[in-house]
């Protein structure tokens, strides 16, 4: 193991350059090399490059930051409908690109990519998978196709299996909180999922057309933004504040979510919203009765494809100035322990 550069007031910092002139050439074994358990923060800074890697991370305190996310680039190609070699799918949470489920992590001017391709050919393909609680991103890019980005934890159990395969099945499912600040996500269905609480502040949500697709050009949908699995007990999901929603799909295509489990929990504040969100805004999966236990909600919302009380689907909410009051970083966010992200 390198011993890193240097030390700072408890800080441990190691570089990262494919062309051999920082202490590692990969980023992984610059996470490998932190001592565990490490009680200080890491911070790894990566050089530009193409990173062609897949990450796993389980350390605390680690933070990444890159040139600038069209300089550092850290792309994967994994996939759902890939096999192992006994035969066994990969599923949707073996596929990610990076698993970071450690707590205090946080990355700055990376991208994150999934490389493998449209839903229709691989099936699930995540660029992040993020378990982790006080996890922050800013001035990141993330792109795949579909479920570009899960935020954990895992629900209880699957709808379709027996298990969801990958890290952290059957773990202990814990209250995650989440940031996205200024950042760019790109996918076409149900790419932003999962169960954490988590906020997109100044973020550009962008929803790739897949309507050449023969059948979803039948359906006439092109996506779904964001497929929440909020718990019951959870009262914030994932909160847009001053987001652009833009997109190169037909207009009324996407659908800004639907309801992974019947508690999801999907707030737009102060957002500008494009011509490709349908005008019922909200689609139940099928499920009548999460339209009683969903909680989808908008404010403020501008731009061609923003909502009205006559527009939207009549269990979704258009809050009003008080209720939206409510929606601030750090009443979402702060918890027990006052986290404010990048403070």
């Known amino acids: 193991m390198r011993e890193p550069i240097s030390r700072v007031k408890g800080t441990r910092y190691y570089t990262v350059s494919a062309d051999g002139s920082g202490d590692f050439t990969s980023i992984q074994a610059a996470i490998e090399a ?14 530009q490059g193409i990173y062609y890697e897949k990450l796993h991370i389980e350390k605390p305190m680690v933070h990444l930051i890159g040139e600038g996310a069209d300089q550092t680039v850290i792309s994967y190609d994994d996939y759902a409908l890939k096999k192992f070699p006994d ?31 449209p839903g229709k050919d691989v099936g699930q393909a995540l660029a992040v998978y993020v378990d982790g609680d006080r ?42 909180r989440q940031y996205y600040e200024d950042c760019y996500i790109e996918g076409d269905i149900d790419f932003i999922f999962g169960s954490a609480t988590a906020v997109f502040k100044d973020c550009e949500i962008f929803a790739k057309n897949r309507l050449s697709d023969h059948a979803a050009a039948e359906e006439k949908v092109n996506g779904w933004i964001t497929a929440a699995s909020t718990p019951e007990d959870v009262r914030y999901g994932y909160v847009f504040i001053d987001c652009a929603l833009t997109s190169n799909a037909p207009p009324q295509s996407v659908y800004l979510g639907r309801p992974w489990r019947n508690h999801a929990k999907v707030c737009f504040l102060n957002c500008w919203i494009g011509a490709h969100v349908k005008e019922e805004g909200w689609h139940n999966w099928n499920k009548p009765d999460a339209e009683a236990s969903a909680v989808y909600a908008e404010y403020n919302s501008t731009g061609p494809g923003a909502g009205s009380r006559t527009g939207r689907v009549p269990w979704a909410t258009i809050l009003n100035e008080q209720q939206a009051s409510e929606y601030t970083v750090s009443h979402i966010l702060s918890g027990t322990d006052g986290w404010l992200p990048f403070s």
């Open 87 to 117: 035969g066994e799918f990969y599923y949707t949470f073996h596929s990610y690109t990076a698993f970071i489920g450690a707590d205090d992590f946080t990355a700055e001017g990376l991208s994150f990519v999934n490389s493998a391709g």
């Open 34 to 47: 932190i001592p565990d358990p490490c009680a200080e923060k890491t911070i790894v800074r990566i050089k």
């Open 135 to 176: 996890a922050a991103f800013r001035r990141c890019r993330f792109i795949g196709h579909q479920d570009t980005i899960f935020t954990g934890p895992l629900p209880e159990q699957p709808m379709d299996r027996a298990s969801f395969g990958g890290p952290r099945d059957g773990a202990e499912r814990r209250r995650l």
